[in-house]
């Protein structure tokens, strides 16, 4: 059974600076791997997604990193902003295709500090 | 465009009580639907997925059941709603067509239980 889980719980950083958010998954034959982002009681927003055959994956100050093999995925976050202020969820389908449920870490609350 | 329409935004209902979530999705058709709950301290948990109308997929045994009427509206129900049913619930839905599996969420319910 695939687990995934996010690494700092919390993150503090001061505006400006370049940051990384880690992901990892137990089991490595993963069909993609999905970089949500939620803001305070709001729903979930897709940032990026990574197919299995990518190595990475970049839109705007964001870039997603795989690395199969070790099972592990990051979200870089380039010049950081006080908007950029929020929880961010990495998640991969339970099964080895495309259409099954996704199984989600538990997040980053990642906060800015201007 | 598609969207997807959840309500209501927030629920207060007391111990014992009935429970009914909406959520539709407009601009495609057969969609994957999907209910997810996300606990306080816990990471997003799937509750129930449907391919198709009245055909539900259970991830979790709980207090809860969910419907699909028609192709799109997904319902979330409980007859007896308990303490540990207060979260966040969020509904989702994919293109069944697309196999990258991209999930697309509405604004959540945020549900408190007394």
């Known amino acids: 059974k695939q687990e995934v889980t996010q690494i700092p719980a919390a993150l503090s950083v001061p505006e400006g600076e370049n940051l990384v958010l880690n992901c990892s998954f137990t089991d490595s034959a993963i069909y993609n791997l999905q970089w949500f982002r939620q803001d305070p009681g709001k729903g979930l927003t897709s940032l990026l997604l990574?197919?299995?055959?990518?190595r990475e994956q970049t839109s705007g100050r964001l870039n997603a990193s795989l690395d199969k093999s070790s099972g592990r995925s990051t979200l870089y976050i380039a010049a950081s902003q006080p908007g950029d202020s929020a929880t961010y969820l990495c998640?991969?389908?339970?099964?080895?295709?495309?259409?099954?449920?996704?199984?989600f870490g538990k997040g980053t609350r990642l906060s800015v500090i201007a | 465009s598609q969207t997807i329409h959840q309500w209501p935004a927030t629920l207060v209902q007391p111990v014992g009580s009935p429970l009914s979530l909406e959520c539709t999705v407009e601009?495609?058709?057969?969609?994957?639907l999907y209910w997810y709950r996300q606990a306080a301290g816990r990471g997003l948990q799937l509750l129930f997925y449907?391919?198709?109308?009245?055909?539900i997929s259970s991830e979790v045994p709980q207090n809860l059941s969910a419907s699909r009427p028609q192709d799109r509206q997904f319902i979330l129900s409980s007859k007896k709603l308990l303490l540990s049913d207060s979260g966040f619930y969020l509904c989702a839905w994919s293109p069944a067509w697309d196999s990258k599996n991209i999930q697309y969420f509405g604004a959540g319910t945020r549900l408190s239980v007394l």
């Open positions: 990574i197919q299995s055959s990518q």
């Open positions: 998640a991969t389908p339970g099964s080895h295709s495309g259409n099954t449920p996704l199984v």
């Open positions: 601009g495609t058709s057969n969609p994957n």
């Open positions: 449907s391919v198709g109308i009245g055909q």
